[in-house]
Nanobody
Framework: VQLQASGGGLVQAGGSLRLSCAASGRTFSRYVMAWFRQAPGKEREFVGRISGSGISTYYADSVKGRFTISRDNAKLTAYLQMNNLKPEDTAVYYC???????????????WGQGTLVTVSS
């Protein structure tokens, strides 16, 4: 599966952004979709994931209650809705696909190219 992330940009603290991850391939609904982020000089960090059906989600503590992951299997797209953004959310955001759950990037063999989110204070 090929993934393409989009929707990043510059936003003020407290604002919102929605990222999209468009996938190719008819097997999209089989894949767990996850979002990761990487800030300058830091390791890639798990943000959250959603099951293939969209019923189950799981989030990192740092974003719980502010970020929401959803998906539209008919449109082959996953989303990351980010609300109440903070300067520490500034990072390149990546979507990833895999067949197993978990927060380890190695669980996800397919990756999008990343989209930059910058939150100004």
């Amino acid at each position: 599966v090929q993934l393409q992330a989009s929707g990043g940009g510059l936003v003020q603290a407290g604002g919102s952004l929605r990222l999209s991850c468009a996938a190719s391939g008819r097997t999209f609904s089989r894949y767990v979709m996850a979002w990761f982020r990487q800030a300058p000089g830091k390791e890639r960090e798990f943000v959250g994931r959603i099951s293939g059906s969209g019923i189950s989600t799981y989030y990192a503590d740092s974003v719980k209650g502010r970020f929401t992951i959803s998906r539209d299997n008919a449109k082959l797209t996953a989303y990351l809705q980010m609300n109440n953004l903070k300067p520490e959310d500034t990072a390149v955001y990546y979507c990833a696909a895999g067949i197993s759950y978990g927060s380890d990037p190695h669980n996800y063999p397919y990756w999008g190219q990343g989209t930059l989110v910058t939150v100004s204070s």
